[in-house]
């Protein structure tokens, strides 16, 4: 096992490493655990890493922070820190023990061993830890079967009442499944089919419900995971009559590719928010309003809710960009929208003349910037001021459809345009 954890990037090592000085000389016990020892046991790249410590979690990121000046976040109520270094951060917690009150509400935590702390999680394949103390550094700790687990491909809970106490777990089996191409485990899968049964979504707070979708929105080709959730009757916490189907299916691959297409043209726009794309996908199937309650229910932030909204509202009106049409007025349709909105128009028409115009957008229009600026205006004596604003607009629209480059042409045309305006 030492030599797994020399699978993980130099950085990490070496972070590690200087996490186990620390805790020898703090005379407590520290573990990687969760998906970073999962995904290295698969050989497969890790992003996160979550640390148990049995003893004081903030206290042992307070030290190492002062020590290497380091930037922190606590959270004292559930005995948490992070620390943030250039690339990436790292969770600590104070090892514990959890007790549910009733089904999905949020547990009541106590200090404990790491055994224990490793009882309290979702899955086998995410209940294993590797020291990280010096006695036996990179020993794979493995209470519950994780290991064979992953070696069958099975996803399986620690305890029979792991969906009622928290039934988001529903949706993380899937999305584990899916991701590896994993079965859950016979057994599993009946309490997972009972929690459905008895309504169990219905218990949990709607908000960690929607970190759970997202997550699987987030994954690469959503709509497998969907179809399955589907099957499994685990997405009415959407809509009752939310279905998931064949058409649906072209709907998503063309999603897939429209985002393809965007990432691999577009490198310099801004990375597209793809779960937004999907979730619109679903929610488009139901009228606005439901779309709408849905959102607030579930406490999307207001950004998502614009963005996914004015999909709806604009989605028979892109259809207008079939039309032979200035440069400029094809700016003025797309630019008010995110990204996100513009790739989705993209996908949901397939009509070339639309996606022309789109890819134009995308490749062109959306990058022309005036060389001109308000100080040269004004040293070319152009009153009043309150002008500049539809002059620059004008401008900018001339330059589109004209596609002049020098500033010359600009200054040329800006005479023009101010003109007419102050005619
Ligand atoms: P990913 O690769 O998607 O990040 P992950 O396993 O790291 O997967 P996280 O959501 O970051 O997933 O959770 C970290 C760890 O915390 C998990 O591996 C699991 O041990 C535990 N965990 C997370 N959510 C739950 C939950 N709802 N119930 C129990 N344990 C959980």
Same mark, same amino acid.
């Given at each position: ?130 020291? #990280?103390? &010096?006695?036996? @550094?990179?020993?794979?700790?493995? %209470?519950?079967?994780? !290991? =064979?687990?992953? +070696?069958?491909? /099975? ?99 063309? #999603?897939? &590719?429209?985002? @393809?297409?965007?990432?691999?043209? %577009?490198?310099?726009? !801004? =990375?597209?928010? +793809?779960?937004? /794309? ?115 607009? =004008? ?29």
């Amino acid at each position: 096992m030492t030599n797994t954890l020399k699978k993980l990037n130099p950085e990490f090592n070496h972070v590690l490493q200087s996490f186990s000085d620390l805790a020898v000389g703090s005379g407590i016990k520290i573990y990687l655990v969760g998906g970073a020892v999962r995904d290295l046991c698969l050989c497969r790249k890790t992003f996160d890493l979550d640390i148990v410590v049995e003893g004081d979690a903030i206290k042992f990121v307070h030290t190492f922070c002062e020590r290497n000046k380091k930037k922190f976040k606590k959270h004292h109520v559930f005995g948490t820190a992070t620390i943030y270094f250039d690339d990436f951060h790292v969770d600590f917690v104070t090892a514990r023990r959890e007790t549910y009150a009733f089904s999905g509400a949020l547990p009541k935590v106590k200090p404990a061993s790491l055994k224990e702390d490793l009882f309290r999680r979702d899955f086998t394949i995410n209940a294993m830890a590797i020291s #990280l103390n &010096k006695e036996d @550094y990179g020993l794979l700790v493995d %209470f519950y079967g994780g !290991r =064979k687990d992953l +070696e069958n491909g /099975l996803i399986r809970v620690l305890h029979e009442k792991s969906f009622m106490d928290d039934p988001t777990r529903i949706l993380r089996a899937v999305r584990f499944e899916q991701r590896f191409s994993f079965k859950i485990e016979s057994v599993t899968l009946e309490l997972l089919h009972k929690a459905i049964m008895q309504e169990a979504f219905s218990f949990v707070n709607a908000h960690r419900l929607r970190d759970e979708l997202i997550s699987i929105l987030k994954e690469s080709k959503p709509y497998k995971y969907l179809v399955r959730l589907f099957r499994l009757k685990a997405l009415f916490f959407i809509n009752r009559s939310l279905k998931i189907n064949k058409k649906d299916a072209l709907l998503f691959a063309r #999603l897939d &590719k429209g985002i @393809y297409f965007y990432e691999k043209e %577009f490198e310099a726009h !801004r =990375k597209l928010e +793809e779960y937004i /794309l999907y979730l619109t996908a679903i929610l488009i199937k139901f009228p606005r309003k439901d779309a709408a309650s849905f959102l607030e229910r579930f406490g999307f932030k207001k950004g998502d809710k614009m963005r996914i909204l004015s999909i709806y509202d604009n989605l028979i009106s892109a259809k207008t960009l079939t039309k032979k049409t200035l440069p400029h007025k094809i700016f003025q349709f797309l630019n008010p929208f995110s990204f996100e909105s513009v790739v989705f128009f993209y996908a949901y028409y397939p009509d070339k003349e639309i996606r022309r115009h789109i890819n134009f957008f995308l490749s062109n229009l959306s990058v022309v910037r005036l060389k001109l600026k308000g100080h040269d205006l004004k040293q070319m004596g152009f009153a009043p001021l309150t002008l500049y604003g539809k002059l620059f607009e =004008k401008l900018l629209h001339a330059k589109m459809d004209k596609g002049f480059e020098s500033i010359d042409d600009e200054i040329k045309e800006a005479r023009a345009i101010f003109r007419k305006l102050s005619a």
